[in-house]
């Protein structure tokens, strides 16, 4: 036999009851609803509202993180725009200024090419001047140098610059970068201005030794030093055999220089012709008296070019060479007479 559960009677506090009472006449109504539903559908609604809630209070947080993410993008934007035009500003500029730097650089290269090429200008003018000054130094040094008939040591000038190469030798090396040019300036003044101390020293010491020279010039003029003509020395300041034959010795009085006829005699020094005429074994003679009491005389000449009272210079044309008077061949007699004695005339040629 099965045994069927009997249901459990409800009890009446597991309902709750409504009344419906009509205003008029009519039934009035109960409506009995269980406990169990009432809290069923107050948790569903609580549920639901609580859903609910989060729903809107999501929605609310999702479209207030979408708004400040719209807010955001659009900020990001305006600065990533900003930056876009600081970026091209920044460009302009940077290209405005690496133009402006070349140009500066190229401005700078120019203006130190126009100091170099100034410097050169400059300095190739100074080289050029140095060059004259040397070249006057030069030439009073052999003004000096003939005064003196060789018979003075003067020491030579060594050239500080040499014609169509000083100013190169000064700039060489100054083809490169521009930034040295001052150095390079500085270099170069300072030797030029050694070069002007030495010539501006040089140009002393000539102007002491030409006043100098000037004071006994008439005796450096009229020093019987040159050789009347070039030839062989045949015979010299000496005793000698008699050369027309015999054993007897004579003493010759001056030297012979044997030369063709008709050689150019010239005077040895300055001075004035005292004799010039035939005279004797001599032959067509010319005496020159130098002063001091030097007198040169030149014997067996062909013919005379000058005459008595006639002043000379050194390297003047007196005569013509030959054999006259008591001659055995074409040759010139050369005599120093000093103080009315004759002396070897090797002891004044140079």
């Known amino acids: 036999m099965v045994n069927i559960p009997k249901r459990k009677p409800h009890k009446q506090s597991d309902y709750f009851t409504i009344m419906l009472v009509p205003h008029s006449s009519g039934k009035t109504r109960s409506l009995r609803i269980p406990l169990m539903a009432i809290y069923m559908t107050t948790g569903i609604i609580a549920v639901a509202l609580l859903c609910f809630s989060s729903f809107v209070f999501a929605t609310n947080h999702f479209r207030d993180a979408a708004e400040y993410a719209h807010l955001s993008l659009e900020q990001s934007a305006e600065i990533n725009s900003a930056l876009r035009q600081e970026t091209r500003q920044l460009s302009h ?8 730097a070349e140009e500066e650089l190229m401005r700078q290269q120019m203006s130190y090419e126009e100091i170099i090429h100034s410097y050169e200008v400059y300095y190739k003018e100074k080289a050029r001047e140095l060059e004259e000054k040397l070249e006057e130094l030069d030439n009073a040094r052999e003004e000096i140098y003939n005064i003196l008939s060789s018979r003075t040591y003067l020491p030579p000038i060594t050239r500080a610059a040499v014609p169509g190469s000083g100013a190169e030798q000064v700039f060489l090396g100054m083809g490169g970068p521009a930034g040295p040019a001052i150095e390079v300036y500085q270099s170069v003044s300072s030797r030029f201005q050694a070069l002007e101390r030495e010539v501006e020293e040089w140009q002393i010491y000539f102007d002491h030794l030409m006043g100098e020279l000037e004071k006994i010039r008439p005796q450096l003029d009229n020093y019987p030093s040159a050789w009347p003509v070039r030839g062989i020395v045949s015979s010299e300041h000496a005793f000698r055999q008699n050369p027309f034959g015999g054993r007897r010795m004579e003493f010759h009085y001056g030297i012979d220089i044997r030369v063709p ?14 004799y010039a005429d035939w005279y004797g074994s001599y032959g067509y003679m010319v005496d020159i008296c130098h002063g001091f009491g030097l007198v040169t005389r030149y014997a067996h000449n062909s013919r005379l070019l000058v005459s008595e009272g006639d002043l000379v210079a050194r390297g003047d044309m007196i005569a013509r060479s030959g054999s ?16 009315g004695v004759s002396v070897n005339p090797r002891r004044f040629l140079d």
């Open 93 to 100: 500029i940077l290209d405005n200024k690496e133009q402006t």
């Open 261 to 274: 006829t008709g050689t150019n005699v010239r005077a040895a020094g300055g001075g004035r012709v005292v």
């Open 324 to 339: 006259t008077g008591r001659s055995t061949g074409p040759h010139v007699h050369y005599e120093v007479i000093k103080n």
